[in-house]
């Protein structure tokens, strides 16, 4: 499977040529277009039943597209909003995502969901997704998307809506933006995450929580 990233960072394509027999899963509604040699078929997104539900539950979609070239052929694949698309090559490691990141990916990948009060308290959501294997991941964002790799024990401090994913290994605890209480309500930003490495975290240069933020106003007026 050979592929290309193009139109970056803001209008984001994924373009991926299969050869025969070879195949690729994403997100359900993902496609944008196709060769007529490529087959598409829905499946669960997670592993079995219950799979499905836990990936579900983490801010996928019940059911995933997988694609198969019966000859040689051409994807492309888009995100839902305007953003940015990283690739990242999994050897056996666990990934942490926030609901939705996840595009594509090789078949194989496990999906699953993760609770966290954490996340929960920080705005993001009760669960995380989860993708555990080896192979090909595509992540989407809202922005562009920035790589930042942590040493051991670096810190690093993120605000909770710009985070897209991060390394397993990688520490993390929710905290005051500021120390006082009204440098916190004034500044905006309320809770963020700090990060300690090692491993890597990929970061979106947009919050969509933010962008709703302001929208909710004028949709409500109209």
Known sequence: MDFKIEGGPVFTILRVNLQAG??????????????PSIELKAKTTGKGFLGAIGAMVGGESLFSSVFTANAAGELLITPATPG????????????????????????????????????????????LSK??????????????????????????????GHMVAWESQVQYKLKKAAKGLFSTMASGEGLVGEYTGPGKL?????NLSALAGILAPMIVRS
């Open 202 to 206: 990929w970061l979106q240069t947009r």
């Open 84 to 127: 940015d698309i990283v690739h990242v090559k999994l050897a056996g490691q666990t990934l942490m995502a926030q609901a939705g990141a996840y595009l594509a990916g090789t078949v194989d990948l496990q999906i699953s969901a993760q609770g966290s009060l954490k996340a929960l308290i920080g705005g993001e959501g009760l669960f």
């Open 131 to 160: 993708i555990t294997g080896t192979g090909d991941l595509f992540l989407g964002s809202y922005g562009a998307i920035l790589m930042k790799e942590l040493a051991p024990g670096e810190v690093y401090i993120v605000d909770t």
């Open 22 to 35: 070879e195949n690729i899963k994403a997100e359900a509604g993902a496609m944008v277009a196709m060769s």
